[in-house]
T-cell receptor, first 117, second 113 residues
Framework: EAQVTQNPRYLITVTGKKLTVTCSQNMNHEYMSWYRQDPGLGLRQIYYSMNVEVTDKGDVPEGYKVSRKEKRNFPLILESPSPNQTSLYFC????????????????FGEGSRLTVL | GENVEQHPSTLSVQEGDSAVIKCTYSDSASNYFPWYKQELGKRPQLIIDIRSNVGEKKDQRIAVTLNKTAKHFSLHITETQPEDSAVYFCAASKGTGGFKTIFGAGTRLFVKA
């Protein structure tokens, strides 16, 4: 089954304790992206990746890191989480490529609800 | 910076009526405009999209219109049903300079039976 898998789905942590949210897709997509969803603000893009070893900042990258060492995986790293990073996080992948401008829907994972105390 | 404004934030309609959600984007280079539906506790899922070389697209009860001059696009749902109740997000993106996608803040649609 084609899917995007995120882990953990729920996490409560404390300020400053490093954490990683994993994301894996089995659709051989080149494009992957992370979003955070907050009430009244919609989905805001954190980072995206066009391919292995190629990543770019979205609109709200501060406090986050990503890596793309393999095509299928795109982990989101919070080096020193703070309470303002409490949010619902979505990973997504897409068949869009640099050579096919703006085609392809975003396939979202189920979301990871993170609470930072 | 680039942004997408979406209105209304909440919309309540009677079953069978039509619903219209409107979005305005700021970056004139945007050329791809998808709409996503998010049911309560679920992930967003694409319901329809339109590219900048097309003015209108329809898929059964849903349709999207695009006015590039006004930088405005809209989602139309006809004959609404209770299962249409969800949050709807519009988005805008462009191919050049990367593939950033800017989402609107969302519209919560209630369809009353």
């Amino acid at each position: 089954e084609a899917q995007v898998t995120q882990n953990p789905r729920y996490l409560i942590t404390v300020t400053g304790k490093k954490l990683t949210v994993t994301c894996s897709q089995n659709m051989n997509h080149e494009y992957m992206s992370w979003y955070r969803q907050d009430p009244g603000l919609g989905l805001r893009q954190i980072y995206y990746s066009m391919n292995v070893e190629v990543t770019d900042k979205g609109d709200v990258p501060e406090g986050y890191k990503v890596s793309r060492k393999e095509k299928r995986n795109f982990p989101l790293i919070l080096e020193s989480p703070s309470p303002n990073q409490t949010s619902l996080y979505f990973c997504a992948s897409s068949p869009r490529t640099r050579w096919i401008a703006n085609t392809g829907e975003l396939f979202f994972g189920e979301g990871s609800r993170l609470t930072v105390l | 910076g680039e942004n997408v404004e979406q209105h209304p934030s909440t919309l309540s309609v009677q079953e069978g009526d039509s619903a219209v959600i409107k979005c305005t984007y700021s970056d004139s280079a945007s050329n791809y405009f998808p709409w996503y539906k998010q049911e309560l506790g679920k992930r967003p899922q694409l319901i329809i999209d339109i590219r900048s070389n097309v003015g209108e697209k329809k898929d059964q009860r849903i349709a999207v219109t695009l006015n590039k001059t006004a930088k405005h696009f809209s989602l139309h749902i006809t004959e609404t049903q209770p299962e249409d109740s969800a949050v709807y997000f519009c988005a805008a993106s462009k191919g050049t300079g990367g593939f950033k996608t800017i989402f609107g803040a969302g519209t919560r649609l209630f369809v009353k039976a």
